[in-house]
């Protein structure tokens, strides 16, 4: 009985809880979003790797498609991931004025990695490829974005997206409220 590793607070047991804790938490925050973007007509879902959130997936125009990662964290060689969404407090006298008022005492942020893929190859016309290859998507552009605002979150990585790259993306629409 003398194991360490069977103790319930040694090191290494915190660290898977912390680890799981933090999938669990992402993996939340990730359904909310999804929520969020199928609420305003965007067609987006969840992508795991191994039964564990890898990232969203955001089918677009001519091709292209958006990837939505937590953004990593590199701190003293250990990686980890930013929250997708952050709890913002608004100051204490506000929040006690909004709390009576029975309305919200902060709100969330949102951040985090966007990259575009396109892949504008047809095998019948080799000769007319821009973008991508025979072995798939070509990466156009990557990059960390944050709003406290959902809708300027996705708009504004969006329009970001056009500025640096000049690809207009647009994010695939349901047809219908049944998509829903």
């Known amino acids: 009985m003398g194991s360490s590793a069977l103790q ?10 912390a680890a799981a804790n933090a999938d669990l938490s992402t993996s939340m925050h990730a359904t909310y ?3 969020r973007f199928r609420s305003m007509g965007i067609l987006a879902e969840t992508v795991q790797r191994d039964g564990v959130f ?6 677009a125009n001519d091709d292209s498609y958006l990837e939505i990662y937590p953004n990593p964290i590199n701190e003293d060689g250990v990686i980890s991931t930013e929250p997708f969404m952050t709890w913002n407090q ?3 006298a506000l929040a006690e004025r909004l709390k009576k008022a ?3 005492t902060g709100y969330y942020s949102y951040n ?3 990259i575009l893929y396109v892949d504008d190859h047809d095998p019948e016309f080799p000769d007319r490829q821009t973008i991508g290859s025979e072995s798939g998507p070509a990466e156009l552009a990557r990059f960390a974005f944050a709003a406290g605002d959902f809708q300027k979150f996705i708009f504004g990585a969006i329009f970001k997206m056009k ?4 690809f207009e993306v647009y994010p695939a629409i349901r047809r219908s409220q049944v998509a829903l």
Do not use: D, L, W
Request: aromatic letters at 12%.
């Open 90 to 92: 608004f100051p204490k």
């Open 54 to 59: 890898s990232h969203i997936h955001i089918p």
């Open 163 to 166: 500025e640096e790259t000049g």
């Open 112 to 114: 985090a990695q966007f």
């Open 33 to 35: 979003m999804i929520r």
């Open 102 to 104: 029975r309305k919200a």
């Open 8 to 17: 319930p607070n040694t090191q290494n047991t915190f660290q898977e809880f």
